[in-house]
């Protein structure tokens, strides 16, 4: 398994944008596939976008064209570029990683691996 810790969460105004980054400590980051979860009050954790190993992407409907992950191999670090952000997208999210991809897809097992979660608000 591998460690993982979010940064750069905050309070911002719809349609404002937010980076957040996930670094991880462990070896072999490379053949990890890499995610973000995100949770709102009261509901169930769902995904929100995915990298997997060769560079491919997945993101959940409810996002695409709007957040943005991306992996940097060197830095053991994967980040979620979010912009035009909606009050829709508050909610704690979640790093997470695992090396068989099928667990990072939508309505996919649970990754392995999770980052303690970072708070996400956007006000209307």
Excluded at 37 to 45: D, I, L, N, T, Y
Excluded at 74 to 90: R, S
């Amino acid at each position: 398994q591998v460690q993982l810790v979010e940064s750069g969460g905050g309070l911002v105004q719809a349609g404002g944008s937010l980076r957040l980054s996930c670094a991880a400590s462990g070896r072999a980051f490379s053949s990890y596939a890499m995610g973000w979860f995100r949770q709102a009050p009261g509901k169930e954790r769902e995904f929100v976008a995915a990298i997997y190993r060769g560079g491919g992407t997945n993101y959940a409907d409810s996002v695409k064209g709007r957040f943005t992950i991306s992996r940097d191999n060197a830095k053991n670090a994967v980040f979620l570029e979010m912009i035009n952000l909606k009050p829709e997208d508050t909610a704690v999210y979640f790093c997470a990683a695992d090396q068989f991809s099928s667990r990072l897809q939508i309505g996919g097992p649970r990754p392995a691996s999770w980052g303690q979660g970072i708070q996400v608000t956007v006000s209307s």
